[in-house]
T-cell receptor, first 111, second 114 residues
Framework: TQLLEQSPQFLSIQEGENLTVYCNSS?????LQWYRQEPGEGPVLLVT?????EVKKLKRLTFQFGDARKDSSLHITAAQPGDTGLYLC???????????FGAGTQVVVTP | EAQVTQNPRYLITVTGKKLTVTCSQN?????MSWYRQDPGLGLRQIYY???????DKGDVPEGYKVSRKEKRNFPLILESPSPNQTSLYFC?????????????FGEGSRLTVL
């Protein structure tokens, strides 16, 4: 059972455009992480959000955790080809150790 | 260099032939976990370990075994592999002791079971 639903599954945009990726669930999470994965490599952590309503910025990336801690979004401003990758959200519920991942959003940014 | 090392990176085997995928981390992390990644399904947790001699099932443990005899190593054992275990496997570790924390992933092991 996929507790975390990511949308869209695939996103292709031109360099300079903005994009938003969504991560939704019916479950409440104590924390939520965003990872980026490039071909042939393991995922790499971008950010962790833990407080409902929290907003974190990482250069051109803005992450938001929903007030009810059930959903999150990732917004990229002025996307660059280096932003290309598979973006994964991962949530941890009350069961410590069981970090569950969404299926991911494949983002392709063309020059 | 801090890293999680998996071996082998690629393996083709046949149904029923026991195999082990090794995982080693050099960061003195308490927590280690195995995931499999399949198209459209994302990463699904197989087993995890919070410390030496402490292991627990993830979401898809059937057909797999693990052990944690040393802090740095967390091998994944497929006693009798079947074609539905063909997948990309990732080992990950974390330092945190109050939640999962930042996961550091290995480069992955691509397994094909014929």
């Amino acid at each position: 059972t996929q507790l975390l639903e990511q949308s869209p599954q695939f996103l292709s945009i031109q360099e300079g455009e903005n994009l938003t990726v969504y991560c939704n669930s019916s479950s409440v999470f104590s924390s939520l992480q965003w990872y980026r994965q490039e071909p042939g490599e393991g995922p790499v952590l971008l950010v962790t959000v833990v407080t409902g309503g929290e907003v974190k910025k990482l250069k051109r990336l803005t992450f938001q955790f929903g007030d009810a801690r059930k959903d999150s979004s990732l917004h990229i401003t002025a996307a660059q080809p280096g932003d290309t990758g598979l973006y994964l959200c991962a949530g941890e519920s009350d069961s410590w150790g069981k970090l569950q991942f969404g299926a991911g959003t494949q983002v392709v940014v063309t020059p | 260099e801090a890293q999680v090392t998996q071996n082998p990176r690629y393996l083709i085997t046949v149904t029923g032939k026991k195999l082990t995928v090794t995982c080693s981390q050099n960061m003195n992390h308490e927590y280690m976990s195995w995931y499999r990644q399949d198209p459209g399904l994302g990463l699904r947790q197989i087993y995890y370990s919070m410390n030496v001699e402490v292991t627990d099932k993830g979401d898809v443990p059937e057909g797999y075994k693990v052990s944690r005899k040393e802090k740095r190593n967390f091998p994944l054992i497929l006693e009798s592999p079947s074609p539905n275990q063909t997948s990309l496997y990732f080992c990950a570790s974390s330092f945190s002791n109050y939640n999962t924390g930042e996961l550091f992933f290995g480069e992955g092991s691509r397994l094909t079971v014929l």
